[in-house]
Every structure is written in structure tokens, then in C-alpha cells.
């Protein structure tokens, strides 16, 4: 006769508890008497050499494989939307994107210095008169050298630390930077300004860049159609692009993953 378990865990498993507290009196009279031979109860040796104990136990474990079925299904599914619930791992540390905000930053400033125009401008000439009464217009090119000294600095750090940047978009950023600095090497040459061909980094001679007339740099650097204001441009999309990756440290996927793998504290790199 088969031995019909209920799918109910509980159940089964009340049925083994209560198999070692049971006793029996049948044989009070008798030699065995006592419930319990040996520690072991005269029902439950019944039981196990009958084989219903093993019909029993096999039921009772048959449930937990089918619960570990239903839970390798449901893993399953959860494989099935890996794409939702896998960390997103930032591929530039957190310490390189805060360099590379500061670095951008730096050139913006340095190409806001050789762009504003005005009362302020470094391009704002002056009246000189000599001894004869004869009056020039000049510039002041000491300052005009140092300001495009700067810039070229500047430029060379972010590209130095955004041209090895794992972050597709900041590397194109950087690669495009280079492409708008080579379409304009002639004009940059002209002036002492020249563009190294294994490093892309600009070098300036400061002889010939103060030789240079500097209507002829201010039309190349000053105003908002310069390719001083187009460089600043592309350094400002890198340093959103640094923002960007670095506001996912400690946020989280619609799914409830981390959005970022730095999120477990490597954020703190920036601090050291």
C-alpha cells in the first residue's frame, strides 16, 4: 500500500516528531514493559523495519527537492534579467574622474583668460608715445605669452590624463580635442606654437611666439569663434562626462543592483 504524504512540509515534519514521542502500553505486563528498548522506542524500530520509516522519509525529503526546483527556477529567471540586476562598473576610478573635472576645469579657465573680450581683454592695446611724438598701439605681449603658456599647459594635462581614460565618451572628447588642435597646426605653428607628433602635446617657443604680430594670436585665441573657445568647449564635455560617471558611485539600478562598482568605497581614492 502506497504511503500518501501531504505537500505540506509542516505536516511531514510533525509526523517525525511525534514519532519518538510516542509510547506504547501493549506490553506492560509483559518481559518489555518498558516503551523503550535500549533507547530505542518498540514503534519506531516497527516502523523502520517495516519500511514505512523509509517511505516517510523519502516523501518528507522528495518536498525539498521540489522546493530547490522551484528556486533553481526562479535563479533562473533572475539570469534571465542579469542585464538589470549586474553592477555597472565605472571603468575610471574615482580618483582619475575628480582629476579629470579638476583638469578641465583648469583649461576652462585658462581659455576664458585668452577669450574674454573687453575692458578685460589680454588682447586690450595700449598707447605708446616716443620722444619724436610718434604713437603706437600696443600689446602686452608678456602677458598675452603667458596666459597661451598656460593653456598650452593645461591643455596638455587633461589630454595627458583623459587620451587613457576607459570612459568611451571622455576618450573621444580628448581624441576630438586633438583633431580640432591638428586642423589649426598651421595657423599654431605660424606663432611658435607646434604640436608634438608622438605626444600631441603643444610646445611653445617663447622667442618666436613674442616675435608673432598678436592681431595674429588674438584672431586665433580671443572670442567666442577661437579655436581658444572651441578647445574649452570639448574640455567642458569631458568634464560632464567625469560628473557623469562619477554621480553613479553609490546609487542604484531600477532593479535594486548597485549602479557602480566603486560604490563599495574606492570613492575614497579621490580623497587620498
Known sequence: MALTISSNARLVGSLFSGMSSRRTNNFTSSLFSSSDMLGINYMDYASIKSGSYYKLLDAYYSLDKTSDSTKTSATDKTKDKSDLLT?????DSASKLAALEEKSEKLGDAADALTTVGNKSLFKTTTKTDENGKTTTVYDTDKIYQAVRDFADQYNSLYNSASTSKVKQISNAAASMVNYTASNEKLLSSMGVTIDEETKNLKIDEEAFKKTDMSKVK???????????????????INYHAQHEASKANTYTKAGGYSNNYSSGSIWDSMI
Open 87 to 91: 553592477t555597472a562598473k565605472t571603468t
Open 219 to 237: 584672431g586665433l585665441f580671443n572670442g567666442s569663434g577661437s579655436y581658444a573657445y572651441q578647445v574649452s568647449v570639448k574640455a567642458s564635455m
